[in-house]
């Protein structure tokens, strides 16, 4: 299923992007196929349509989920999650709230972050 999204809105959402956005699951590491996205363009909440990304500040972590090593200024939030018996720093986007992944501190320099995102929560537009 694809779906249709612009820079303004993302068409409906499907159980699986509801899960993660809205339930705060997790997709299975390799299932993305933005994890191997890396034509120049930018990266919005699938949930909203709000700018979350640039694709100059995304890297490949090993992870098998989509990394970036900073947001856009103000795009996202972040909250303490201790779910799953762990201490993780939680990302939501500013404009829905809809939950994207986790950020660690074992990023990339300049900023040293590690924003572990689920590629079925980002919807990319190829600049
Ligand atoms: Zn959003």
């Known amino acids: 299923m ?6 303004t809105g993302c ?3 499907t159980p699986e992007q509801e899960h993660i ?3 705060h ?3 299975y590491p390799g299932s993305s196929p933005l994890n191997h996205e890396k034509r120049p363009g930018l990266y919005h909440c699938a949930g909203c349509g709000q700018t979350l990304f640039d694709s100059e500040t995304k890297y490949e972590s090993g992870s098998g ?3 970036f090593y900073d947001a856009r200024p103000g795009a996202v ?15 939501h986007c ?6 994207l992944g986790h950020v660690f501190p074992d990023g990339p320099l300049p900023t ?5 995102m689920n590629g079925l929560a980002l919807a990319f537009e190829p600049s």
Not at 2 to 7: A, E, F, H, K, L
Not at 94 to 99: F, I, T
Not at 112 to 116: A, E, I, K, S
């Open 112 to 116: 040293g972050l590690r924003y572990c």
């Open 21 to 23: 956005l809205k339930g």
């Open 77 to 91: 939030e972040t909250t303490q999650d201790t779910r799953h018996g762990m201490v993780r720093t939680e990302v």
């Open 11 to 13: 068409g409906p959402l």
């Open 2 to 7: 694809t779906q249709s999204c612009s820079p």
């Open 65 to 67: 989920w989509p990394s």
């Open 25 to 27: 699951g997790t997709e």
């Open 94 to 99: 500013a404009s829905c709230k809809g939950h």
